[in-house]
DNA sequence: GATGTTTATTAAAATAAGTTAATATTTGTT
DNA sequence: AACAAATATTAACTTATTTTAATAAACATC
């Protein structure tokens, strides 16, 4: 396998890239190691647990959620986030693994 | 354990956001593929394999130095410059895995 | 020391991302 | 229908990132 043939085509390196934006900021990321860890959440316990305003929460959500990274479902008022990308599971994890070294 | 000391710290948040934020761009994660697969590279050599412009590939290779990602070393007229953040490596391969999936 | 190569630096321009505040929308309740 | 709660949207603003072009600096060779 020569060098060429291991790197990413322009079209999947900008997926990938547009994919790792998601988790780099830090809202962004507490925001999907939360989901990660504890599954769907309303946006208001999301503010509530990281402190964050309504409204800058609600657009790092849609960002989010835009790129195919979560998803929501409305129940009455609330509207409640979850994973939807299920790679970003495992990335994450190797994300918290790879920064505790 | 509950949600709260799950969480990271904001400095630590900040911190690996900043790292991400490393990765999250397609010139400077083809720069980081190429790197971590091939080893110390040349300034001309990185241009050349990801025909990037000369000027733009330095400041994203500056870019990654200042944040402790790669180092660089003068040979002659040369400089090559390789990977400095060990965690990288592990964070490059999963990233190539996670994603592939 | 003039010239060519390689890389870095600077400054300007262009684009994108993040934040805030105000308002709109949706749903539920009285 | 009026009101409250939860979330989204818009627009303005601020800041940061990316890109380009031109030039400088470091080294090598003649």
Same mark, same amino acid.
């Given at each position: 396998m020569n060098t060429a043939s291991k790197l990413l085509g322009i079209s999947e390196l900008e997926q990938t890239?547009?994919?790792?934006?998601?988790?780099?900021?830090?809202i962004r990321l507490s925001i999907l190691q939360l989901l990660v860890h504890e599954g769907r959440m =309303? +946006?208001? =316990?999301?503010? &509530?647990?990281?402190?964050?305003?309504?409204s800058l929460t =609600?657009?790092?959500?849609s960002n989010m959620k835009l790129k195919? +990274?979560? &998803? =929501?479902?409305? &129940?009455?008022?609330? +509207?409640?986030?979850?994973?939807?990308?299920e790679k970003m599971r495992n990335l994450l994890e190797c994300i918290e693994s790879c920064m505790g070294q």
């Open positions: 890239a547009s994919i790792l934006k998601s988790v780099a900021h830090p =309303s +946006v208001n =316990s999301i503010c &509530e647990i990281l402190q964050s305003e309504q =609600s657009h790092h959500l195919g +990274v979560l &998803e =929501s479902k409305r &129940e009455g008022q609330k +509207v409640y986030y979850s994973l939807k990308m």
